[in-house]
């Protein structure tokens, strides 16, 4: 299995920025999509990025793209969250996931969770 920990998340006035590590575990994370996702209270869980097992393909959100930006290391077996102009509607609990046959922004194929970062965005 892939074991997943998340940081990074703090408070953060709008149009602040803040950079979300995730840092995966177990010797199979390399063989992952590995990506970001997020849950405001009320609202269900939204893909936000993702980056494939080859790091050659990445996937955003329309409503972060130009503003947030995924990257993957893999000599440290690492992916990051650059989250560039923040508003109040990104605020949320932030999770990193992988998939093991899949890669993109749908929750349901992710089998594999951190246990979230809070991001709070106040205007």
């Known amino acids: 299995q892939v074991q997943l920990v998340e940081s990074g998340g703090g408070s953060v006035q709008s149009g602040g920025s803040l950079r979300l590590s995730c840092i995966a575990s177990?010797?199979?994370?390399?063989?992952?999509?590995l990506g970001w996702f997020r849950q405001a209270p009320g609202k269900e869980r939204e893909g936000v990025a993702a980056?494939?097992?080859?790091?050659?393909?990445?996937y955003y959100a329309d409503s972060v793209k130009g503003r947030f930006a995924i990257s993957r290391d893999y000599a440290s077996t690492t992916i990051s969250l650059q989250m560039n102009s923040l508003k109040p509607e990104d605020t949320a609990i932030y999770y990193c996931?992988?998939?093991?046959?899949?890669?993109?922004?749908?929750?349901?194929?992710?089998?594999?969770w951190g246990q979230g970062t809070q991001v709070t965005v106040s205007s």
């Open positions: 996931a992988a998939a093991p046959a899949y890669c993109g922004l749908n929750p349901l194929y992710f089998g594999y």
């Open positions: 177990g010797n199979t994370g390399r063989r992952y999509c």
């Open positions: 980056i494939d097992t080859g790091g050659s393909s990445t």
